[in-house]
């Protein structure tokens, strides 16, 4: 079920709704449980050609569904004026809304052109990844039951949440021998238990260890060995936040619906690559929509973390194709 709401003038229409997506059981990490995915999504129309764009309001960070509808529906005069992808950045702050109508208008860019996107963004095509399957957290013997299901896929990603994680990981490694494991504490850590967990993750073979401190209190990682690679998430958000965590950090989770879109995401890998981070490219709980202009990011990333539509129910008309892990590129018809 979804609320739709229409804006419209003479040479262009907004049209924004708020979509439910069931997910498939439920999805756990340690700031708590849902059973449905909500998602914005942006449709803009122009000259016969509709370009659409997905986010995900992220309570983390203070947004709402119905605020970002109402953020997205009040940039209808901007879009009716001339608004365009490069003054989008200043026109809106960054975050999921921006992230949707940045999406929305490449789309429009690409079938008003009748070309794919990374075409006229003069990049390679992009190739089919392999994507990192989400094991949900819950008590070790739960988690073993989740990974045993899982063990064939060659990369789990496995949430973690801070007091009891020693057992979790390795119960989890026990059903898993074959699979690379990177493990996402969602800032659940303390500088107390860090060493005891990031040693329990080397133990199991653990290739990355995502967000294990609170963004704003993560100063440990910079006075400790850190025995495997950290990432970066709630940590960073665009290129502004890159020069700060060189000496914490050594990867970083690039999300779109935190860098404001693609453009800024785009520039953000490019950028990250020059400091010598790993990249990773990550999602929230979300339809085909939402991984789609993702998979311009996966083309640079070490680890792709683009599992959302493997979470849900059911995925939308036209999705990504998914064989086992490996996510394909979007065609035509869903974006781009």
């Known amino acids: 079920m979804s609320s739709l709401k229409t804006l419209s003038d003479d040479a262009t229409t907004l049209r924004c709704r708020i979509e439910r997506w069931p997910i498939a059981g439920s999805f756990t990490i340690s700031r708590g449980a849902k059973t449905e995915a909500i998602v914005v999504v942006a449709e803009i129309s122009h000259g016969g050609h509709t370009g659409r764009g997905e986010c995900v309001p992220y309570a983390r960070y203070g947004e709402t569904p119905e605020g970002v509808l109402a953020s997205l529906l009040a940039m209808q005069a901007p879009l009716a004026a001339g608004l365009d992808r490069q003054s989008l950045a200043s026109a809106m702050p960054a975050g999921a809304a921006r992230n949707a109508l940045d999406c929305a208008l490449y789309d429009l860019e690409a079938k008003c ?8 963004l003069d990049r390679p095509a992009p190739a089919p990844r392999s994507t990192a399957y989400t094991i949900s957290l819950g008590s070790p013997e739960v988690m073993a039951a989740a990974t045993a299901k ?5 990369l789990l990603k496995i949430k973690l949440g801070g007091d009891g994680d020693p057992e979790r990981i390795a119960a989890v490694r026990k059903q898993a021998r074959e699979s690379e494991l990177i493990v996402d504490a969602n800032e659940a850590w303390t500088p107390h238990n860090l060493e005891r967990n990031l040693a329990a993750c080397e133990a199991a073979g653990v290739t990355l260890v995502e967000q294990p401190l609170p963004a704003g209190n993560d100063e440990a990682l910079a006075r400790i060995r850190r025995p495997i690679a950290v990432c970066a998430d709630e940590s960073v958000h665009d290129r502004a936040s890159l020069d700060g965590l060189r000496e914490r950090y050594d990867a970083i989770n690039i999300k779109l619906d935190k860098t404001g879109g693609l453009t800024e ?19 929230m709980v979300a339809t085909s929509l939402s991984m789609a202009p993702a998979m311009l990011i996966a083309q640079q990333a070490r680890f792709i973390d683009l599992d959302g539509p493997l979470l849900l129910a059911e995925d ?17 018809a869903l974006w781009g």
Do not use: K
């Open 113 to 120: 052109s009748g070309r794919r996107i990374w075409t006229l």
């Open 265 to 283: 995401a785009l520039a953000m890998a490019d950028a990250a690559q020059v400091l010598g981070f790993e990249i990773m490219v990550g999602c």
């Open 150 to 154: 899982a063990a064939h896929r060659p």
């Open 316 to 332: 939308r008309n036209d999705g990504l194709r998914y064989d086992g892990s490996t996510v394909y590129p979007p065609d035509a």
